[in-house]
Protein backbone atom coordinates (compact mmCIF):
# COMPACT_ATOMS: atom_id res chain seq x y z
CA UNK A 1 0.00 0.00 0.00
CA UNK A 2 1.25 3.61 -0.68
CA UNK A 3 2.05 5.77 2.19
CA UNK A 4 -0.68 8.25 2.65
CA UNK A 5 -0.19 11.53 0.61
CA UNK A 6 0.71 14.53 3.14
CA UNK A 7 -2.43 16.41 4.25
CA UNK A 8 -2.56 20.19 4.52
CA UNK A 9 -2.86 21.50 8.36
CA UNK A 10 -6.72 22.35 9.72
CA UNK A 11 -5.53 25.61 10.80
CA UNK A 12 -5.67 26.90 7.00
CA UNK A 13 -2.44 28.01 6.69
CA UNK A 14 -1.74 26.55 3.43
CA UNK A 15 1.35 24.42 4.77
CA UNK A 16 1.38 20.63 5.58
CA UNK A 17 0.20 19.42 8.97
CA UNK A 18 3.65 18.24 9.17
CA UNK A 19 5.66 21.58 8.94
CA UNK A 20 2.73 23.90 10.46
CA UNK A 21 0.57 22.21 14.03
CA UNK A 22 2.03 18.76 14.15
CA UNK A 23 5.11 19.80 16.24
CA UNK A 24 3.34 21.98 18.34
CA UNK A 25 0.70 19.56 19.34
CA UNK A 26 3.62 16.39 19.57
CA UNK A 27 6.07 18.71 21.23
CA UNK A 28 8.78 18.75 19.31
CA UNK A 29 8.89 22.30 19.33
CA UNK A 30 7.12 24.92 21.56
CA UNK A 31 4.76 27.51 19.89
CA UNK A 32 7.34 30.88 19.26
CA UNK A 33 4.26 33.12 19.04
CA UNK A 34 0.37 33.53 20.26
CA UNK A 35 -0.73 33.28 16.79
CA UNK A 36 1.16 30.04 16.33
CA UNK A 37 -0.33 28.97 19.16
CA UNK A 38 -3.59 29.72 18.32
CA UNK A 39 -3.61 27.60 15.34
CA UNK A 40 -1.99 24.32 16.92
CA UNK A 41 -4.66 24.71 19.27
CA UNK A 42 -7.34 25.15 16.56
CA UNK A 43 -5.97 21.97 14.78
CA UNK A 44 -5.96 20.35 18.68
CA UNK A 45 -9.66 20.39 18.36
CA UNK A 46 -10.38 19.81 14.41
CA UNK A 47 -8.23 16.83 15.26
CA UNK A 48 -9.34 15.69 18.91
CA UNK A 49 -5.99 16.24 20.47
CA UNK A 50 -7.18 16.57 23.70
CA UNK A 51 -3.84 16.64 25.33
CA UNK A 52 -2.31 19.53 23.36
CA UNK A 53 -5.77 21.49 24.45
CA UNK A 54 -5.29 20.98 28.07
CA UNK A 55 -1.44 21.40 28.17
CA UNK A 56 -1.77 24.77 26.21
CA UNK A 57 -4.25 25.74 28.06
CA UNK A 58 -2.50 27.83 32.09
CA UNK A 59 -5.58 26.90 33.99
CA UNK A 60 -5.61 23.08 33.46
CA UNK A 61 -1.63 22.83 32.00
CA UNK A 62 -0.22 20.97 35.40
CA UNK A 63 -3.54 19.09 35.96
CA UNK A 64 -3.41 16.70 33.40
CA UNK A 65 -4.72 13.18 34.12
CA UNK A 66 -6.12 10.78 32.26
CA UNK A 67 -9.71 10.94 33.11
CA UNK A 68 -9.39 14.51 31.77
CA UNK A 69 -8.17 13.73 28.91
CA UNK A 70 -10.77 11.07 28.45
CA UNK A 71 -13.72 13.30 29.11
CA UNK A 72 -12.37 15.98 26.54
CA UNK A 73 -12.02 13.13 23.84
CA UNK A 74 -15.25 12.23 24.50
CA UNK A 75 -16.48 16.26 23.95
CA UNK A 76 -14.10 16.32 20.57
CA UNK A 77 -16.00 13.65 19.15
CA UNK A 78 -18.95 15.54 18.89
CA UNK A 79 -17.62 18.26 16.94
CA UNK A 80 -16.65 19.04 13.58
CA UNK A 81 -14.30 21.81 12.75
CA UNK A 82 -14.04 22.94 9.26
CA UNK A 83 -12.30 26.23 9.27
CA UNK A 84 -10.53 29.14 10.93
CA UNK A 85 -9.96 32.39 10.34
CA UNK A 86 -7.80 34.56 11.86
CA UNK A 87 -8.81 38.11 12.12
CA UNK A 88 -6.54 40.18 14.10
CA UNK A 89 -3.44 39.87 16.68
CA UNK A 90 -1.76 42.44 19.03
CA UNK A 91 1.80 41.42 20.54
CA UNK A 92 1.90 38.06 20.97
CA UNK A 93 5.63 38.10 19.09
CA UNK A 94 8.70 35.76 19.67
CA UNK A 95 9.60 39.11 21.95
CA UNK A 96 6.60 39.65 23.84
CA UNK A 97 5.12 38.26 27.14
CA UNK A 98 1.20 38.49 26.55
CA UNK A 99 -0.44 38.52 22.86
CA UNK A 100 -4.47 38.74 21.79
CA UNK A 101 -5.76 36.70 18.29
CA UNK A 102 -9.17 37.29 17.68
CA UNK A 103 -10.16 34.21 15.42
CA UNK A 104 -13.57 32.93 13.77
CA UNK A 105 -13.90 29.17 13.78
CA UNK A 106 -16.18 27.48 11.72
CA UNK A 107 -17.84 23.95 12.56
CA UNK A 108 -20.58 21.87 11.52
CA UNK A 109 -23.77 21.71 13.82
CA UNK A 110 -25.68 18.29 14.92
CA UNK A 111 -28.11 19.61 12.31
CA UNK A 112 -25.83 19.79 9.10
CA UNK A 113 -25.64 23.56 9.61
CA UNK A 114 -22.83 25.96 9.98
CA UNK A 115 -21.79 27.63 13.40
CA UNK A 116 -18.87 29.57 14.50
CA UNK A 117 -16.80 30.21 17.70
CA UNK A 118 -15.94 34.31 17.27
CA UNK A 119 -13.71 35.10 20.24
CA UNK A 120 -10.48 37.38 21.00
CA UNK A 121 -8.13 35.26 22.88
CA UNK A 122 -5.77 36.47 25.66
CA UNK A 123 -1.69 34.82 26.02
CA UNK A 124 1.01 34.71 27.65
CA UNK A 125 4.46 33.62 27.53
CA UNK A 126 6.14 31.66 30.74
CA UNK A 127 9.37 30.23 30.65
CA UNK A 128 9.61 30.42 26.59
CA UNK A 129 6.11 28.57 26.61
CA UNK A 130 2.94 30.37 25.16
CA UNK A 131 -0.32 29.48 27.15
CA UNK A 132 -3.82 30.40 26.35
CA UNK A 133 -5.75 32.45 29.41
CA UNK A 134 -9.07 33.01 28.06
CA UNK A 135 -11.29 34.63 25.96
CA UNK A 136 -14.07 36.93 25.05
CA UNK A 137 -16.82 35.48 23.37
CA UNK A 138 -17.86 38.26 20.51
CA UNK A 139 -20.69 38.29 18.18
CA UNK A 140 -20.82 36.24 14.97
CA UNK A 141 -19.03 37.50 12.04
CA UNK A 142 -21.82 38.88 9.21
CA UNK A 143 -20.59 37.24 6.19
CA UNK A 144 -21.57 39.52 3.00
CA UNK A 145 -22.50 38.09 -0.24
CA UNK A 146 -19.17 39.24 -2.00
CA UNK A 147 -17.04 38.50 1.00
CA UNK A 148 -14.21 35.61 0.66
CA UNK A 149 -15.88 32.20 2.14
CA UNK A 150 -15.13 31.19 5.41
CA UNK A 151 -13.90 27.97 3.84
CA UNK A 152 -10.78 28.98 2.51
CA UNK A 153 -12.09 28.03 -0.99
CA UNK A 154 -10.81 31.94 -2.00
CA UNK A 155 -14.35 32.16 -3.95
CA UNK A 156 -17.27 34.66 -3.13
CA UNK A 157 -19.66 32.81 -0.07
CA UNK A 158 -22.42 34.06 -2.73
CA UNK A 159 -20.98 31.59 -5.12
CA UNK A 160 -19.79 28.47 -2.20
CA UNK A 161 -21.54 28.57 1.08
CA UNK A 162 -24.20 31.13 1.11
CA UNK A 163 -27.19 28.85 0.57
CA UNK A 164 -25.59 25.57 2.65
CA UNK A 165 -25.63 27.45 6.16
Known amino acids: MPPAPPKAC ?4 NLLFAACCE ?3 AQHAAA ?5 LMRSRYSAFALGEARHI ?6 SANDISDTRIQQLRAEL ?14 QGREQDLTGIVEFCA ?8 IGQLHERSRFQRNDD ?5 DGDLLPHLALGRNDPCWCGS ?12
Do not use: M
Not at 77 to 90: F, P
Open 129 to 133: HWFYI
Open 32 to 36: KTALQ
Open 10 to 13: PCGS
Open 154 to 165: HRKYKKCHLNAT
Open 23 to 25: PVI
Open 106 to 113: FYREQDGS
Open 54 to 59: LASHQA
Open 77 to 90: GSQHWLALRIIDTR
